[in-house]
């Protein structure tokens, strides 16, 4: 009796905890503001990419946050698919150096290649966790796809920081934030982490475009966003094709009943 009676505790202890816990999420929700609402041209079933703004968006990846995130699992060959020449991207590849063998398998190093992986910025995760404060930034290959919110909420992590002289009271007193932390209005929980990577004129377009902050987060969430479905536009087509060939077959299938059955009537 006694075992059944400790068994019913330890199950309503446990559900006492669970429903505290969610209700704790619920509230965390609760205090988030809504995601901004960003137009993107690959949304919906005729969606496709801006290359363009792809373009400057892999400028901004390659430029600020390669330094902390890789893509494991892009390759610069990929990069041909956003409208670069082989040349271009062959020249990319080159500038970093990648870890190879030589004849007599001596560990060396060497130019990047179409063939090679992006190079992530560590060796390892956990070279990665212990230059980043115990925790390894997060590959960003499928980054859109992986979030909840998708490309609006990358976008608002990145346009969402706060500097400590713009907060409230009442918020720095209701989240502890100090003067070192990372305020952001769209992270759970407003402390995050990473610093603000992007800032007005962060980068210089090469194709002359105003780099302001919106727009740099605009052009690497396109960029991102190619990165984790670069089949979207395909599938659309696709599909755009199918619905036409379904409508069609079911104008043909009315015509030939209409027909069997004309005589009937």
């Not at 559900?15 to 901004?36: K, N, Q, Y």
């Not at 932390?181 to 769209?186: C, E, Q, S, V």
């Not at 987060?217 to 396109?222: E, G, L, N, R, Y």
Request: glycine share 6%.
């Amino acid at each position: 009796m006694s075992i059944k009676l400790s068994m019913q505790r330890l199950i309503l202890a446990g559900a006492t905890a669970f429903a505290l816990s969610a209700g704790a999420a619920a509230i965390a929700a609760e205090d988030m503001p809504p995601l901004p609402h960003h137009e993107w041209s690959f949304q919906g079933p005729f969606g496709t990419y801006d290359r363009a703004a792809a373009q400057r968006g892999f400028q901004v990846y390659k430029e600020v946050c390669s330094a902390c995130h890789s893509m494991n699992l892009l390759y610069y060959r990929n990069l041909t698919e956003l409208g670069l020449t082989e040349d271009q991207a062959k020249a990319i590849a080159a500038e970093v150096q990648v870890p190879a063998l030589s004849d007599d398998g001596s560990p060396i190093e060497r130019p990047g290649r179409l063939s090679d992986h992006f190079k992530a910025p560590f060796p390892n995760e956990l070279a990665a966790a212990a230059a980043n404060g115990g925790k390894a930034p997060p590959d960003l290959s499928v980054i859109v796809k992986a979030r909840e919110g998708g490309p609006n909420y990358v976008y608002g992590i990145l346009t969402g920081y706060v500097p400590y002289d713009k907060l409230t009271p009442e918020q720095i007193k209701e989240f502890n934030v100090s003067k070192d932390d990372n305020f952001n209005l769209h992270f759970l929980g407003h402390r995050i982490a990473m610093p603000a990577p992007l800032a007005d004129d962060k980068v210089t377009y090469v194709d002359g475009t105003k780099a302001t902050l919106q727009q740099e987060a605009s052009d690497v969430v396109t960029f991102l966003a190619w990165a984790s479905e670069p089949h979207l536009e395909a599938r659309n087509r696709t599909g755009i094709r199918a619905i036409l060939f379904m409508l069609a077959l079911a104008g043909l299938m009315y015509a030939t009943k209409r027909a069997i059955w004309a005589d009937k009537h």
